[in-house]
C-alpha cells in the first residue's frame, strides 16, 4: 500500500509539472502589438496592462516599436478589459556612469549633480505612464488573432 500511495503521488506531480495544470486559475490570450511615439517606432518601452481582475501582463518594445505580452512568465494577458500604461525611460544616466567607478570618480558625479534631478528621465508625456492617466484600452479575448493592438502616441 505504501509504494501504491509513492507512486500515485509520484504521477499527479508528473501531470501538474506540464502547463495544463496552472492552479492559477487565470485564462490568458496572446497578445502584440506595436508602439509609436510621433510616427517612429518606440524602442525600449515597457507594456503593461492592467486588468480589473487578476496579475499584469508586461512587455518590452523591440527596435520596430513591437510588443508581446507575459503575465507570471507565462506568454499572454488574462481575458478581458485592460487599462493600459507605457513608459520609456532615458538611459542617459547609465550610460553616464562608468563600470567600475573610482572613489574620486563617485565625488565628481556627485559634484557635477548636485541640485539636479538624477533619475532617468520619460521620454514620451508621463500620462502615458499610469494606467489611470494614459487614456489607452485594450479588451483581450480567447482569440489571439484578434489580441493586436496599435498604440500610436503622441
Not at 87 to 102: E, G, H, L, R, W
Amino acid at each position: 500500500m505504501n509504494r501504491s500511495f509513492v507512486l500515485a503521488s509520484f504521477a499527479v506531480a508528473l501531470l501538474c509539472a506540464v502547463p495544463a495544470c496552472d492552479t492559477s486559475g487565470v485564462k490568458l490570450a496572446k497578445v502584440k502589438g506595436h508602439v509609436t511615439y510621433k510616427g517612429a517606432p518606440l524602442k525600449g518601452a515597457s507594456v503593461k496592462f492592467y486588468p480589473k481582475e487578476g496579475p499584469i501582463a508586461i512587455g518590452m518594445t523591440d527596435d520596430e516599436g513591437n510588443f508581446t505580452l507575459t503575465t507570471n512568465g507565462r506568454a499572454g494577458a488574462t481575458i478581458g478589459t485592460h487599462k493600459v500604461a507605457i513608459t520609456k525611460m532615458s538611459s542617459d544616466a547609465a550610460q553616464a556612469v562608468p563600470a567600475n567607478p573610482s572613489p574620486e570618480d563617485m565625488m565628481k558625479m556627485q559634484k557635477s549633480q548636485m541640485g539636479k534631478s538624477t533619475g532617468p528621465k520619460s521620454e514620451i508625456p508621463e500620462s502615458y505612464g499610469s494606467p489611470e492617466s494614459s487614456q489607452l484600452t485594450a479588451e483581450v479575448t480567447a482569440n489571439a488573432s484578434e489580441n493586436v493592438f496599435e498604440y500610436p502616441l503622441r
